[in-house]
């Protein structure tokens, strides 16, 4: 009997510690193709760019290498590999863009991640001091 009591105690407690954190909302950690609203720069930074869901949630997209022009490109497109439009926006994918003579502009996609509070104050710190260095 106390065994029974014991375990019924132990499972109320996980229960209730569990249940205030189910009840929050979780932001969407899957950036899907077809909820892309707008994308933008990170100043003096074009190996990376945020992409905005209609959410407003942000991303922070990271390429292979320098992708020229994504610092003034007024539209770009993001090519899955999968080719489906609820699928995530991943490693492996592409941003497409116009480069300066017009040609488009393929960067592969290395990275995805939500972009936080934290991390946008550290990278205006860094155009900041990119900007005053020269």
Not at 28 to 57: K, M, T, V
Not at 84 to 94: A, M, P, T
Not at 95 to 108: D, K, L, P
Not at 121 to 130: F, G, L, Q
Request: a positive charge; glycine letters at 6%.
């Amino acid at each position: 009997m106390k065994v029974i009591l014991a375990a019924a105690m132990a499972s109320a407690a996980f229960l209730a510690a569990a249940a205030p954190a189910s009840a929050q909302p979780r932001p969407q950690q899957c950036l899907r193709n077809n909820q892309i609203d707008s994308f933008s720069a990170i100043r003096g930074d074009e190996r990376n760019i945020i992409l905005i869901d209609r959410f407003r949630n942000k991303y922070k997209v990271g390429f292979n290498r320098v992708c020229d022009g994504v610092d003034f490109n007024g539209s770009l497109a993001i090519r899955n590999r999968s080719n489906f439009g609820l699928s995530c926006v991943s490693r492996g994918d592409e941003v497409i863009s116009r480069g300066f003579a017009g040609q488009r502009e393929r960067c592969v996609i290395t990275s995805v991640q939500p972009y936080t509070a934290a991390m946008e104050r550290a990278d205006r710190r860094d155009a900041r001091e990119r900007r005053y260095s020269r």
